[in-house]
């Protein structure tokens, strides 16, 4: 993580590379419901035109990380500033400043595409003018200009989603928050939406992005955090997570039902991890760990040498699966 020092008001000083503060920045931030500790004493801090993830499982801490910076859910703990501001006492002004995409898609479905986009632009108080300029450049951004006079309910999961992303734009918001952006999406939507957010960080937009997706926030993340029960648990980009907690390589080994003959796995590499329907060998050197598994004798039922993934990097940090 980039390091910032702290003035004497507990606020963050300027980055030494840029001469900017950050656009979020947090020390010991926590959330608590009675005895449950959603968020539990983390910092981090998120750099203007950044895309910048938070991935983890369910139940993480994610959401309510993200409730905390979209100024929707007070802290209970620790220090945190939202483009330069404090949430406690600046709410509105840093609510008007954000773009906000939730887990659910909350449109009017019985309402028009443009509709949606209209009505959402008052809320800012924008000029009817200025909101149909934009609406109608954002249709196009999100690829649904052909259904703007369609009422919403009929429409796909990732036309909603790409809606939502849209109506969020709106305002021009400094800051977009998307928390778990293509959950239920089919691959196709998923990188149609990929493509969009490639193209608003291109634009400079700064993203922040909450994901149990592994393969997405390797796509699509500057830097991120990987959280686990409430803690962050490894920081970093995912080139170098990858290279801190992983292998170069790894060979996924199928027993087709059949127990694997761990024993006689010992010594290929440098660990292995036993999953439910197949062993992950982690070594540098895929295909000469295979050699030496058929060399042993072991016959897997299938056997594949891919790269490394942040999905491994979870899995060395936790020693489980994403699925709660």
Known sequence: MQSHSTSSLGAPAPD??????????????????????????????ITRGESFGFLGPNGAGKTSTMRMIACMSPQTGGTLRVLG????????EIRSRIGLVPQEDTLDLQLTVLDNLM??????????????????RLLDFAELTERADDTVEPLSGGMKRRLTIARALVSEPDLLILDEPTTGLDPQARH???????????????????????????????????MDKGRIAAAGTPAGLIERYSTREVL??????????????????ERSEVLPDRVLVYSDDGDRA???????????VGALVRRSSLEDVFLSLTGRTLVD
Do not use: N
């Not at 295979?290 to 897997?300: H, K, Q, Y």
């Open 16 to 45: 030494s590379a840029t001469g900017e503060e950050p656009v979020i920045w947090a020390r010991g931030l926590a959330k608590r419901f009675g005895d449950l500790v959603a968020v539990d004493d983390i910092d981090f801090d």
């Open 85 to 92: 501001m404090d949430p406690e006492t600046h709410g509105p």
């Open 119 to 136: 009505i959402y632009g008052r809320y800012f108080d924008l000029p009817k003018k200025v909101i149909l300029e934009r609406a109608r």
């Open 192 to 226: 149609l939406l990929w493509d969009r957010l490639y193209r608003l960080k291109s634009q400079g937009v700064t993203l922040v992005i909450t994901t149990h997706y592994m393969d997405e926030a390797e796509q699509l993340c500057d830097r991120l955090v990987v």
């Open 252 to 269: 996924e080994l199928r027993f087709g039902g059949a127990d694997p003959p761990f024993e006689r796995l010992e010594g290929i590499a």
């Open 290 to 300: 295979l050699d030496e598994v058929l060399a042993r004798g072991i016959a897997p």
